[in-house]
């Protein structure tokens, strides 16, 4: 078993907050991620895909391959992106760092498995002090 990672980058704005909350009791539970007028990150994704080594190639998966579908599932609906407003997959959640890695994960899952590999770990980078590793469903 070996695992090799590829990273994408982007950047979108979120807001985290509860509509039953009031505007204090937002920035209470979730500070400066609760401004009202939004704000932005500059977000790292890093995805890690696990199997066997192809003894034709030496390569466990093409990275360009493994990009082009992370790429394509979402990092289009994310970059320079709302993730309240316009990201379809974080629809009526709330947008958290964690709730962005599951929903990552559940996006590219069956085209990572497509491309002749697995799933290993999702982890968003959110800030430099702060981020989330998903290992799927337990
Ligand atoms: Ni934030």
Redesign the pocket.
């Known amino acids: 078993m070996i695992h090799i990672t590829r990273r994408e980058r982007f950047n979108a704005a979120?807001?985290?907050f509860r509509d039953d909350f009031t505007d204090e009791k937002n920035m209470e539970v979730f500070g400066?991620?609760s401004?009202p007028n939004w704000?932005?990150?500059n977000y790292e994704l890093y995805v890690t895909v696990k199997g066997e080594i192809n003894s034709e190639t030496g390569f466990l998966v093409n990275l360009k391959t493994l990009s082009k579908v992370i790429q394509s599932k979402v990092i289009v609906k994310l970059d320079h992106k709302n993730i309240n407003l316009e990201v379809d997959f974080m629809k009526g959640k709330l947008?958290s760092t964690e709730n962005l890695a599951v929903g990552i994960w559940k996006e590219i899952e069956e085209s990572v498995k497509n491309i002749g590999t697995n799933l290993h770990c999702v982890k968003v980078i959110?800030?430099e002090n702060n981020y989330v590793e998903y290992f799927g469903p337990a």
């Open positions: 979120h807001r985290l400066k991620c401004n704000h932005g990150h947008a959110e800030s």
